[in-house]
């Protein structure tokens, strides 16, 4: 599969980490790709055929046009035909302008877009599908969200504090967080809960998983230092996290990840959103 990445512009960069695309043409012998948790919520516009995912007991296909909440454990999906999508990658808390919803209300879900913002999507449709190229049609859907967030009204109150926990990967405290920003720790929950999906705690605790990744490309594996550089207090506590957020083992996971997996870490990515 061919995956790219594009920078949003300034006027979108506070909201948004970049717009993702994927293609690949039909292949007879689909595999099975691992989506992990990375603390983002995403809207995928999908110009090809639908994909399937997998779940411990049943196979669905998933919406045409849809909303991926923020994720605790893995996404088991598979392609069913060409592949030809846009995602629109939010930084945690940068939805709002565009969708005023509870984001907790969706945690682990992925939700047609059409029953969630029928407008937002026949929005994003009108402006793109008779395009041709993944510039012109990334483009297209970028102009519409610059228009919503001009006309918004709404900000995201959580949405500086999730900067810095990125910034500091993960490695800060909810009690620090909540002093810096001059509330409660449960009223700083409540407002995770609404505007990011997840609580703060766990927020860091996906960032942190999510280092592991960088902290494994940078030196040979060995989990007990590689547990240590990513603030882990131990190899058991790193193994635990992968337990939940990719349902495997580290060794498991990076002996058998594919190369659209590796893309979906925070890896190679560098979020400067709180500078903007």
């Known amino acids: 599969m061919r995956y790219r990445e594009f920078r949003p512009q300034p006027r979108l960069s506070r909201f948004i980490e970049c717009f993702w695309t994927l293609q690949a043409d039909t292949s007879p012998l689909p595999q099975t790709e691992r989506i992990l948790p990375d603390g983002c919520v995403e809207l995928i516009v999908n110009f090809g055929e639908s994909f399937l995912q997998h779940e411990a007991d049943r196979e669905s296909i998933q919406p045409q046009n849809f909303l991926v909440g923020q994720m605790t454990g893995p996404i088991l999906i ?3 035909g060409v592949v030809d999508l846009i995602g629109i990658r939010f930084h945690p808390g940068g939805t709002v302008p565009f969708l005023q919803i509870p984001l907790h209300e969706i945690t682990n879900q992925v939700v047609e877009l059409s029953g969630l913002c029928p407008r937002l999507e026949r929005k994003l449709l009108e402006a793109s599908i008779e395009l041709t190229t ?11 969200l610059i228009s919503d967030v001009m006309k918004s009204k709404y900000e995201s109150w959580a949405l500086s504090l999730a900067a ?4 500091c990967r993960g490695i800060i405290s909810v009690d620090q967080l909540a002093q810096e920003a001059g509330v409660s720790a449960r009223q700083l929950e409540r407002r995770f809960l609404n505007e990011v999906g997840i609580g703060p705690k766990l927020l860091s605790r996906i ?4 280092q592991v990744f960088r902290a494994v490309e940078n030196c040979e594996v060995a989990w007990a230092p590689v547990a240590v550089e990513c603030g882990y207090y131990d ?3 790193l193994i635990r996290d992968f337990n939940q957020f990719a349902h495997q083992t580290p060794a498991v996971l990076f002996s ?13 990515r560098r979020s400067d959103f709180y500078n903007t």
């Open 134 to 144: 993944l510039e012109e049609r990334v483009a297209a859907i970028e102009g519409v």
């Open 207 to 210: 960032l942190r998983f999510q």
């Open 256 to 268: 058998q990840q594919s190369s659209l997996t590796k893309s979906f870490t925070r890896k190679d």
């Open 78 to 80: 598979s392609p069913t």
């Open 164 to 167: 810095k926990q990125i910034e």
């Open 235 to 237: 190899q058991a506590h």
